[in-house]
């Protein structure tokens, strides 16, 4: 069982940059696959990113394809979401989440994620 807390919300304009964090609590954190998510207001909340267990598999959604990058450190537990060229349409509650599996791939399916962070906000203004 594992414990995430997402951090590096804010306020940024358009054009600007974040890194969020997600850190993980827990043993063998190295064995799950993690995604990042996003709920904008009145929204479902949809799919993102996600990468493997080893780091060297990731997957983008088309919106953010070119202008984010999921990365993780496993020495320190934490997996990022850089968001680079942030939009108008970014601004959501972006949560991590995590399942363990035995397998290298990754899943985008939010029903086959078993922990969840409590979220971060990003707004991007103009």
């Known amino acids: 069982q594992v414990q995430l807390v997402e951090s590096g919300g804010g306020l940024v304009q358009a054009g600007g940059s974040l890194r969020l964090s997600c850190a993980a609590s827990?043993?063998?954190?190295?064995?799950?696959?993690v995604g990042w998510f996003r709920q904008a207001p009145g929204k479902e909340r949809e799919f993102v990113a996600a990468?493997?267990?080893?780091?060297?598999?990731?997957y983008y959604a088309d919106s953010v394809k070119g202008r984010f990058t999921i990365s993780r450190d496993s020495a320190k537990n934490t997996v990022y979401l850089q968001m680079n060229s942030l939009k108008l349409e970014d601004t959501a509650v972006y949560y991590c989440?995590?399942?363990?599996?035995?397998?290298?791939?990754?899943?985008?399916?939010?029903?086959?994620?078993?922990?969840w962070g409590q979220g971060t906000q990003v707004t991007v203004s103009s």
């Open positions: 990468i493997g267990r080893s780091g060297s598999i990731t």
């Open positions: 989440a995590a399942v363990q599996t035995s397998y290298a791939s990754i899943t985008y399916e939010i029903s086959e994620y078993d922990y």
């Open positions: 827990g043993r063998l954190f190295s064995t799950y696959r």
